[in-house]
């Protein structure tokens, strides 16, 4: 009873709000609602009406086709008659999952507000709606899809893009991590190109994200994120935070630029020894716990071996001498998340210097006194 009268006081807190602006999905991408586990997902639970073309929603959107289906919602490309048929894309959550929609609103509304200058590359929400007792989501449509790199390019131009991926993406998790929120589902299908001739680009999916005060609930499941983007302390079940976004980020532009997930395998022992076969000792010793936490980390001529290894892996792995891009990935994903690149740290990286070259100008402790600074 209690819970059924949340529900509704959430109801009426949500479609009663004015819209505002949010995301757009893509003909590529299959919409999964961040379901931590598989992608793809469909729900025995799924109780949505058979959804045909030009079935009018809200008496203003008129479907055109479906674009995807995951484990709480459905997801319709529609256009929007009350504004010269621009196109949108509209989640119609499952009624059980109606919680997890108003939970999504509830975040982005909060992200949207506070995005005053409109550059923090996250989706906004446009509207939301009942459709029947199914709560719905409305989108911007980006035509773009997910984020790809042609082989048929010189490295070096490839390089260009991927920096240009990664800065747009740093400064969305700056927000994030800002406004005290945790994504707790990045991964590529959650980053969409806004157009097909650029590479400007959106985070979307903001279904599984979490305030830095709700991880306590989280800490016995340990079920956030997806499999093959799921951060170390997690997979391991250690105390978690903004880091494990930082983790998943790691994974997306190496799978940008490699083509397929750095990390592949269906199970979670399978991810570890993925993660084992790319840097097998840094892991064994990040993996063998005392009570307290974790145990001393190797220093010296030790440490200095140990990211020898790792730098030579993933030179194979990426198949690339460009050792700024092979470092910038090595710091993002260190197994130990108090050393892992917080998002700041990493767009002063010396990685992003064609761009605008911090790292030429300051050293790294220079850097880190500057970033205290700021913050105060």
């Known amino acids: 009873m209690r819970e059924n009268l949340l529900l509704k006081e959430k109801e009426k807190e949500v479609v009663g709000q004015p819209s505002c602006n949010l995301f757009k999905i893509s003909d590529f991408a299959t919409w999964n609602d961040g379901y931590a586990g598989t992608s793809r997902h469909h729900s025995e639970d799924n109780d949505i009406p058979e ?5 009018t929603l809200a008496r203003r959107y008129r479907v055109i086709n479906i674009v995807g289906e995951g484990a709480f919602s459905k997801t319709v490309c529609a256009e929007d008659i009350y504004r010269n048929r621009s196109l949108v894309a509209i989640k119609i959550m499952i009624s059980k999952y109606n919680r997890v929609g108003f939970e999504e609103c509830k975040k982005l509304r909060y992200l949207n507000l506070h995005d005053v200058y409109g550059n923090s590359h996250i989706s906004k929400l446009l509207n939301t709606f009942f ?6 989501l409305v989108f911007e449509y980006y035509r773009g899809g997910v984020p790809k790199i042609s082989y048929m ?5 490839r390089l260009q893009i991927i920096r240009k991926i990664a800065c747009q993406f740093l400064i ?3 927000y994030i991590k800002h406004m005290a929120v945790i994504h707790g589902d990045l991964k590529l299908e959650n980053i969409l190109f806004v157009t097909e001739n650029s590479h400007n680009l959106r985070i979307i999916d903001f279904g599984n994200a979490i305030g830095l005060d709700d991880v306590k609930y989280y800490m016995e499941s340990f079920e956030i994120q997806s499999l093959l983007y799921r951060a170390p302390e997690v997979l391991l079940g250690l105390p978690f935070g903004y880091e494990i976004d930082m983790w998943s980020f790691g994974c997306i532009i190496c799978e940008i630029w490699i ?7 269906d199970t979670k022992i399978g991810i570890i020894k993925e993660m084992e076969q790319l840097n097998a000792k840094n892991f064994a010793w990040y993996s063998t716990r005392i009570d307290n936490g974790l145990k001393d980390w190797p220093t010296g001529s030790n440490e200095n071996t140990l990211q020898s290894i790792r730098i030579r892996k993933l030179s194979k792995t990426l198949n690339t001498n460009d050792m700024d891009f092979i470092k910038f990935i090595d710091e993002i994903s260190n197994y130990n998340s108090s050393k892992r690149l917080t998002p700041t740290e990493a767009l002063c990286h010396r ?3 064609p761009l605008f070259p911090f790292g030429l100008f300051y050293t790294n402790h220079a850097i880190d006194s500057l970033l205290k600074t700021s913050m105060r």
């Open 259 to 265: 083509g397929c997930p750095i990390f592949q395998s």
């Open 51 to 55: 959804i045909v073309n030009q079935l």
């Open 172 to 174: 969305a998790l700056i």
């Open 351 to 353: 990685f992003f210097a």
């Open 131 to 136: 459709f029947d007792k199914h709560f719905c």
């Open 153 to 157: 390019v010189n490295e070096q131009l």
